[in-house]
């Protein structure tokens, strides 16, 4: 069994969800979206994503850019800073998430999330990915990882359209 999971499907034992779901807008439209920080809350279902800390818009590869989040579980809030590790304009967007330590360093989980974007007839193909699969078994264990089911990808995606109507 490979780990490349089909459209809309994860294996059980991969360490990544994969969805898909086509909007009606042009690449170009959804990429702005997305490259945008200040509207990610906006592609969120639940209430993790608050707002973005810079709104400056995603441009390049190693940029960092700083959300302010909230523990689904009781709302604490908590700051997560995302180095971009994928950029190809209209095509492809992905992140590491991670945290600043006491040097000012960032340090990085190992989970990641990446857009796909593909061109259809009607509008674009978004796949969107979650993998943890280089998360080390010990903070696996301890953020109960992966934290939602892929449905909470699907309905991501569903806010994604949502907002792109808007």
Do not use: C
């Not at 009606?24 to 973005?52: C, I, K």
């Not at 953020?143 to 907002?163: G, R």
């Amino acid at each position: 069994m490979t780990d490349q999971a089909e459209p809309n499907q994860t294996a059980p034992d991969a360490a990544r969800f994969v969805v898909d779901h086509e909007v009606s807008a042009s690449p170009s439209q959804v990429f702005a979206l997305l490259a945008d920080p200040a509207r990610h809350h906006e592609t969120e279902p639940g209430d993790w994503v608050r707002e973005a800390i810079d709104p400056a818009p995603i441009t390049e590869v190693g940029q960092v850019f700083g959300m302010n989040m909230g523990f689904p579980q009781d709302g604490t809030p908590y700051t997560m800073h995302n180095r971009v590790i994928a950029f190809e304009q209209d095509r492809t967007l992905a992140w590491e998430p991670g945290q600043y330590d006491q040097n000012g360093e960032l340090g990085t989980g190992g989970w990641t999330w990446r857009y796909d974007l593909e061109p259809t007839a009607t509008g674009t193909r978004v796949r969107l990915t979650y993998d943890w699969s280089a998360v080390p078994d010990v903070l696996r264990e301890q953020f109960s990882l992966p934290p939602f089911q892929p449905s909470f990808l699907e309905k991501s995606l569903q806010h994604l359209e949502a907002a792109l109507a808007r």
